[in-house]
């Protein structure tokens, strides 16, 4: 069974940093690219970014590009998300994502591209 587990959520104040873990299980995801969302209550999910199979290519959404960064480890079958310079307005669950596509050439933006999700992990921002 398939399992992406995301971890490393937490309470911070405005202006800090947090590293955002998901690591999957069931089976490898070296040749998948995989993704960062996040929905804010009362907010439809939305992209923050995305990675490719052999982390050669990233993209971000514009309100995190230069804050946040998108790194995967193959080995461990890891996808982490480096975030700083927080905002009160990043506060959300953040979910990691993954597609069943192999050795894609196209980092998408739509949640409804990507076929695994993980429960999410909350982060808080405090002003």
């Known amino acids: 069974q398939v399992q992406l587990v995301e971890s490393g959520g937490g309470l911070v104040q405005a202006g800090g940093s947090l590293r955002l873990s998901c690591a999957a299980s069931?089976?490898?995801?070296?040749?998948?690219?995989m993704g960062w969302f996040r929905q804010a209550p009362g907010k439809e999910r939305e992209f923050v970014a995305a990675i490719n199979w052999s982390a050669t290519s990233t993209s971000y959404a514009a309100s995190v590009k230069g804050r946040f960064t998108i790194s995967r480890d193959n080995t461990k079958n890891t996808v982490y998300l480096q975030m700083g310079s927080l905002k009160p307005e990043d506060t959300a669950v953040y979910y990691c994502a993954t597609q069943l596509l192999r050795y894609s050439r196209v980092l998408s933006t739509a949640p409804t591209a990507y076929d695994y999700w993980g429960q999410g992990t909350q982060v808080t921002v405090s002003s």
């Open positions: 069931g089976r490898t995801f070296s040749s998948n690219a």
